[in-house]
């Protein structure tokens, strides 16, 4: 396999891990509101709303391969943000800890794939004129 097929099939993978949740959440919104709330988050609808808006537009951004080290950050962050807020397994017992601590675990993964996707996209000249004409 050549690295062009390996990237894109990761790439794609990880677009839509974020893609379908990002329309989910929108399909099901009472139900994320419900989880939300129970983990005591605040500002719930909006919060709600800004993470399936990322999602789904990071997650098409990754699907064209089009500002994928900005959306991979970006996603990356998305991601530490709902492990500390939604699996927070240090907050329960029994079953109910093991199961969110499983899903920080995953989501430890999903991270470092964003990483490394974010990393291999970096070498790209336009990424690095992008941050030479913002820090100028």
Known sequence: MSEKILMG????????YFLLPGILKLVAWDNHIALMN????????VLLAAASAL???????LLINRKVVWSALALAGLTVMININLHDFWNYTGTEAAHEQQNFVKNLAILAGLLVLAGA???????????????T
Do not use: D, F
Request: no cysteine.
């Open 9 to 16: 099939s990761g790439r794609s993978l990880l677009a839509l």
């Open 38 to 45: 129970k983990h005591g988050m605040v500002m719930v609808p």
């Open 55 to 61: 999602q789904i537009a990071g997650g098409i951004s």
């Open 121 to 135: 996209n970096w070498k790209s000249r336009a990424v690095e004129n992008e941050i030479l004409q913002t820090s």
